[in-house]
């Protein structure tokens, strides 16, 4: 079954609930559900890859914009003009 006939079986038996109970905890567990799908999924590399900067900047390991961008200038010369 396609996504669209879902919802609208899903809609047709809502529509028949008449406890109110029942639309509270469908409603409760329709929004808990989509806040979670907000969230992202990272991978174990990406989390490590933060963790790192995170650590970084605890241990004052950063650089200014300014000094990313002469790196880059050097290492990448005829990438910024």
Excluded: H, W
Aim: glycine share 2%; hydrophobic share 35%.
């Amino acid at each position: 079954m396609n996504v669209q006939a879902t919802k609208l079986q899903f809609i047709e038996q809502y529509l028949k609930i008449t406890d109110k109970c029942i639309i509270d905890k469908l409603y409760q567990t329709l929004t808990e559900e989509i806040a979670n799908k907000k969230r992202l999924s990272l991978s174990e590399e990406e989390n490590d890859a933060i963790n790192r900067g995170l650590e970084d900047i605890k241990n004052t390991r950063i650089l200014s914009g300014e000094q990313v961008r002469d790196k880059i200038k050097m290492k990448y010369p005829n990438l910024i003009k």
